[in-house]
């Protein structure tokens, strides 16, 4: 088992920035691509970014694409996400998550792949 636990989120203005962090425990995430996915009030989860077990290889939403990076420091066993220039549309629900296998591919877009998942934590940016 893996848990996961989300910090950083908040309120922010437009174009400013917030780094969000997940930390896990109960196993390494050396051998886990981690993911991080957003849902917005009345809308679907979606994903933003994944990141293969040495960081390496990283997928983005192209919506958050030269604004947003995903890191991992699988010493500490944590996983982030720099967000920048943000926008009133990235307001949502941001959850961390974790699928059992080390390297990030195209599957790494649907949640459903991910077998462990945090509570969230709420970003809000104003315009």
């Known amino acids: 088992q893996v848990q996961l636990v989300e910090s950083g989120g908040g309120l922010v203005q437009a174009g400013g920035s917030l780094r969000l962090s997940c930390a896990a425990s109960?196993?390494?995430?050396?051998?886990?691509?981690m993911g991080w996915f957003r849902q917005a009030p009345g809308k679907e989860r979606e994903f933003v970014a994944a990141?293969?077990?040495?960081?390496?290889?990283?997928y983005y939403v192209d919506s958050v694409k030269g604004r947003f990076t995903i890191s991992r420091d699988n010493a500490k066993n944590m996983v982030y996400l720099q967000m920048n220039s943000l926008k009133p549309e990235d307001t949502a629900v941001y959850y961390c998550?974790?699928?059992?296998?080390?390297?990030?591919?195209?599957?790494?877009?649907?949640?459903?792949?991910?077998?462990?998942w945090g509570q969230g934590t709420q970003v809000t940016v104003s315009s």
């Open positions: 998550a974790a699928d059992y296998k080390p390297t990030a591919d195209s599957n790494s877009y649907y949640r459903e792949n991910y077998d462990y």
């Open positions: 990141s293969s077990w040495r960081g390496g290889t990283t």
């Open positions: 109960g196993r390494t995430i050396s051998s886990y691509t």
